[in-house]
């Protein structure tokens, strides 16, 4: 359930292992957040420091090989973190092509309507289509829904923020004139001080320019995410109007960087964080910053502590070169079910500890772990694998490779 990028990966794996994979969104489309929501940035799959090297494998390998071949990718390596800009349209297509040739079944536009259980086991979904319902049965489920919406919908404790945690209405310019772009320094100076003459709620915003293409995604708002259908579809309109105002800045303020530039595309809302699992284990933020090396790790990153919670900004607390703390298997696995597991943005954390554990590297890894913990399982519980065979399995995304 969700095809994000920690959906797409377990996905992929699970098929790569011979199993019959049915993959579920409510989007009509592919990709979740990372296409819909127009991310624009690869987070969390390097390590820090002057040696760094690659964090998360499985399906990144092939992103990075195939982007990075036609061109849709940039590395900027900064001086506490490296990220990755993609073109949206490009990653959406290799997902799509990705999906097919593994063989995978696809239902797109499915809301979640119903689930059937027998003790701690899943069985059955029930799916609301525009063309009509459709029942998914299946032996082990991941929830990669990023609102933990499956295991809320079996009946699982789950967890909410307890201040409003804030997303981004993201979009994409064209024709941006590189030559007069302002320096991210300066950008961020002049935002700071101009961004209540213009309206604009958040004063440290930022934008990632593609170099050579004149485009840019700009990530320079926030906007509340909440789980009411009504609040959330209004905020959603909210989110475009402070884009206008945004636009209203960049030209008025560098007119011959932005002066000719257009919207190229404008995104979904992009969620943060809104409801997620209670796991066997919630990760803290203690742990984070300790880098701590779980026994039953399956996603590790050095992305700093991210947490938007604040409407004019963001806690942002980076790590020093050797840091690297992990994800265990337990944030993963609700204590009452056997054969569910959680990826991506709704596993069990506190919120400071989820905003440096849900960016897409470490996602990618926890999707892929998910598949393999599910398969290890087959019809038993995912609670009582066998750790080392895991760990065999997912040893590229535990340890350095190359």
């Not at 819909?36 to 390590?47: A, D, M, V």
């Not at 609301?128 to 489920?141: L, Q």
């Not at 991941?142 to 409003?164: I, M």
């Not at 990632?208 to 959603?236: K, V």
Request: glycine share 10%.
């Amino acid at each position: 359930m969700g095809a994000g990028i920690s959906g797409i990966s377990a996905a992929l794996e699970a098929a790569a292992l011979g199993r019959k994979v049915v993959l579920v969104d409510g989007l009509p489309m592919l990709g979740g957040q990372a296409v819909g929501s127009i991310i624009g940035t690869f987070c969390g799959l390097f390590s820090n420091g002057p040696d760094r090297y690659q964090l998360t494998h499985g399906i990144a390998d092939g992103i990075l090989r195939d982007l990075g071949a036609s061109g849709d990718l940039h590395h900027r390596v900064g001086p506490l973190t490296t990220v990755v800009y993609y073109d949206e349209v490009a990653l959406g297509r290799w997902i799509e092509e990705q999906v097919r040739a593994a063989g995978i079944t696809v239902v797109l536009g499915a809301v979640l309507r119903r689930t059937r259980t027998e003790g701690r086991m899943v069985r059955e979904l029930e799916l609301a289509t525009r063309y009509g319902d459709v029942r998914v049965s299946a032996h082990g489920f991941v929830d990669a829904t990023g609102d933990a919406a499956l295991a809320w919908q079996v009946g699982l404790p789950c967890r909410e923020p307890d201040t409003p945690i804030f997303g981004t209405q993201m979009f994409v310019m064209e024709h941006i004139d590189e030559a007069h772009a302002p320096s991210r320094e300066a950008f961020t100076a002049r935002l700071k001080a101009k961004a209540a003459e213009y309206g604009l709620a958040r004063d440290d915003g930022l934008f990632f320019l593609f170099p050579g293409r004149g485009s840019a995604a700009f990530n320079m708002t926030h906007i509340e995410t909440p789980l009411d259908p009504l609040a959330a579809s209004a905020t959603a309109l909210a989110g475009r109007a402070d884009v206008g105002r945004v636009i209203e800045f960049l030209r008025a303020e560098y007119p011959a960087a932005f002066g000719r530039a257009r919207i190229r595309s404008m995104a979904l809302p992009g969620i943060r964080q809104t409801r997620w699992i209670v796991g066997t284990h919630q990760l803290t933020t203690d742990e984070v910053r300790q880098a701590v090396q779980f026994p039953d790790a399956v996603a590790r990153t050095s992305w700093p502590v991210e947490l938007h919670d604040a409407p004019e900004g963001y806690v942002w607390e980076p790590f020093g070169d050797d840091h690297i703390h992990t994800v265990p298997l337990r944030s993963l696995t609700p204590a009452d079910a056997d054969n569910l597991v959680v990826a991506g943005r709704c596993i069990d954390a506190d919120a400071a500890a989820l905003s440096s554990v849900r960016v897409m590297g470490p996602c990618i890894a926890m999707g892929a772990a998910a598949a393999h913990a599910l398969d290890l399982a087959g019809h038993g519980s995912v609670h009582t694998i066998d750790l080392d065979a895991l760990r065999e399995r997912i040893r590229p995304n535990l340890e350095r490779v190359g």
